[in-house]
């Protein structure tokens, strides 16, 4: 193993950095056929339909809500001159700003992802309707409530938005009655509680629904804890959970709907309800990996947190020729040790690249890199632990040579290691597939591996990002009341693989491209690698064929009938979500900022 100065490697992790950002900015939309509305058929109100609220029904849910009801105007408007708000100066601190993912929290209305509704820039359009027609900037419960009890008495359609970080689009919605979350603000520690005795932590922490990452790291930090959170600095705390939320240290402690105790919500019928393993259990279930904006909006959540964790990083470059066969071994090599290196206590995140524009030299523009973390291990421990693999590439006898780069450093805790990771950047458009490889997938077939993963990346501009996140530590999890409703795939998969498509925005023909070849080609790839696996629903193509079962596994049946019972009316619905094939949409595809309304089906 080729040891090198952590300066020599500072290009490999600030590539790798920024691809994680450039992974977390692109995704989503969707492709289902659109049914037309049948005579008799029940649809959501929209602004056109004679069944919308009147002024004086939105009046009366500002008052319930103490002003907090905002008729929002599109963020992009100030870069439109046709538009009343524009103004030059804004419009340039919004193109500044349309990339950070900080602004789009703060904003009502605006997402991450594919927000075209009112591009900052003159020459895209700008029309409000994709956007919610309505927000309210809910500080507490009780405005919860009142919007969840608007929505279920008037039949509107409701989507609830916490900092907008969705790559599926669920916290987006046209026409709709939007409860933002942002301001449900608290977090509370509590190193007395008696539940964590048995659960294995050290302490709960209550969290509200509007904190983010960041602020947990925060309390974790000052708390001297480890609270297990998403990777990602802006994301929030409800949608995180609501998908199950896989962590850096997950492998260790489970995902973060493994540590959840006790929940508030508010259900479809309006109430502020307390959940756990012996109140509404099947709900509790539900809540813990089932998806987001599905069930009941949360209004906190109650986790357990562990020691802090020191411990060593291992950053690694693996470089050979662009797309070379030899890369290809290298790929399947990699990822055929991926299952030992985790029963060996590691975990982290990398990427392959089959052929690295930027790199000047041919010889080594085919690159398998990344961060490997490894809690309480030594620096010896880990160089013993990679070296079984780094071994079989020196040794491996393919016709070229590949490079081996490795650095392993020391931390006293992982919390204050990770706040140092760069925030991305988002604002752009595209989509991402996934797939959860097992065992099977990694071990099996060393000819098939090798194969499908370079069917998956058809094209050599493409990048893979994997988060070995999985392993023993989501199997073997104890979780309260016994179980939750979190991908059974998830248990048994060591790593999940994510790849990115990208369009230009608006451009309709480059979407249906980029979008078609993802599904249809290069996931299907995986699929036939891992066709007894599934998908992680928050990072996932909510177009992905088969989705009750790719989500959620035989989960789903018990799913749909939770959903049945607590939300009859589908007071929530979204797509990919649990009960929308319950429904039609006409006139879109009901994914993100589609225009579609909504119809029983």
Known sequence: MEQLPLGNLESVFTTMKTLL????????????????????????????????????????????????LLHVTPPGAVCHPNQPQYNNASCGILHSQWGNSSFHVTEPVSVDYNDDTCLPSPAAPCKPTGYPAYVIAAMNAEDVQAGVSFARQTGVRLTVKGTGHDYPGRSSGANALSIWTHNIRGIEVDCNDYRVSASGGVATVKIAAGMQVFELLQAGIKNNLTIVTGADHSVGIGGWIGGGGHSPVSSRYGLGADQVLEMEVVTAEGKLRTI?????????????????????????????????????????????????DTFWDLAATFHSHLPSLSR????????????????????????????????????????????????????????????????ASSHPDFLNWWTQATPETVGSDGRIGSRLL????????YAHLRTKLKESMSSNTHVMLGHAVAGPGVRDVRIPGGSNAVNPAFRKAYTHVVIPASWSPLNEAQKMQATNHLRNEQIQALRELAPASGAYVSEADPTEPDWQKTFWGDNYPRLLEVKKKWDPKGVFWCKPCVGHELWTTVGGDGIGQSEARICRA
Not at 32 to 57: H, T
Not at 378 to 407: C, H, M, N, Y
């Open 21 to 68: 950002s450039y992974h977390k900015v692109l995704f989503l939309f969707g492709l289902w056929g659109v049914n037309p509305g049948q005579p008799g058929q029940y649809c959501k109100p929209i602004p056109s339909s004679a069944d919308w609220p009147s002024q004086a029904d939105w009046k009366a849910l500002n008052s319930s809500v103490s002003g907090r």
């Open 276 to 324: 756990n393993e012996h109140a509404q259990p099947d709900l509790f279930w539900a809540m813990r990996g089932g998806g987001a904006s599905t069930f009941a909006v949360l209004i906190s959540v109650t986790v357990r947190a562990y020691q802090s964790l020191p411990l060593t990083t291992y950053l690694f470059a693996y470089n050979t020729t662009s797309a070379s």
């Open 344 to 407: 060996s206590g590691v975990m982290g995140y990398y990427y392959l690249m089959p052929n690295d524009a930027e790199n000047p030299d041919p010889a080594t523009r085919g690159k398998v890199f990344g961060v490997w973390l490894l809690p309480e291990k030594t620096q010896l421990q880990t160089q013993k632990i990679v070296e079984p693999l780094e071994s079989a590439i020196r040794t491996s006898g393919w016709e070229d040579d590949v490079s081996i780069q490795g650095f």
């Open 438 to 445: 097992d065992e099977q997938a990694l071990t099996g077939d």
